[in-house]
C-alpha cells in the first residue's frame, strides 16, 4: 500500500496497484500502467508523479476517452499512521494538485457529479 500524498504533505489517497483508494478505504480509481489516473467512473484525472503525487493540467483542451473501469475491488483498511511526505518540488503554474485542489474528481462509486444516471 502506496500513501500518495498532496502537495500539503497529507496522505489523500493509498495506492494498491492499479487501485486508488481515499483515506476512508473506499475505491475511488485506478491507475494505468503508464501512471495515468482515472475515477470510478471512467473519467480522466491526471497522472502520478513519482513523488507520489497526482497531477493534471489546469486547461486540459483533448481530454482522454472515457475509459471502462475494471471491477471494483473490496475496500481495504487504511493504516493509522502514514510515513511522511518525501520533500516535494512546487507544482508547475499550469498544473493542479489533484489530491488538494480538485478532490471532487476522484469521487467513490456511489458519489459524485460525473456518475452515471440509474434510468
Known amino acids: 500500500m502506496i500513501p500518495i500524498y498532496t502537495s500539503h504533505g497529507d496522505a489523500g489517497a493509498f495506492l494498491v496497484f492499479p487501485y486508488l483508494y481515499n483515506p476512508e478505504g473506499e475505491w475511488i480509481g485506478w491507475v494505468e500502467a503508464d501512471r495515468t489516473v482515472f475515477s470510478v467512473h471512467g473519467h480522466y484525472v491526471g497522472v502520478l508523479t513519482k513523488e507520489p503525487r497526482i497531477?493534471?493540467?489546469?486547461?486540459?483542451g483533448n481530454a482522454l476517452a472515457r475509459r471502462i473501469p475494471p471491477p471494483a475491488p473490496p475496500p481495504i483498511r487504511p493504516p493509522a499512521q502514514v510515513p511522511l511526505a518525501p520533500p516535494l518540488a512546487e507544482v508547475p503554474l499550469n498544473m493542479i494538485d489533484?489530491?488538494?485542489e480538485a478532490p471532487d474528481l476522484l469521487?467513490?462509486?456511489d458519489w459524485g457529479e460525473l456518475r452515471e444516471d440509474m434510468d
Open 55 to 60: 497531477l493534471r493540467k489546469r486547461e486540459w
Open 98 to 100: 489533484v489530491l488538494a
Open 107 to 109: 469521487p467513490p462509486m
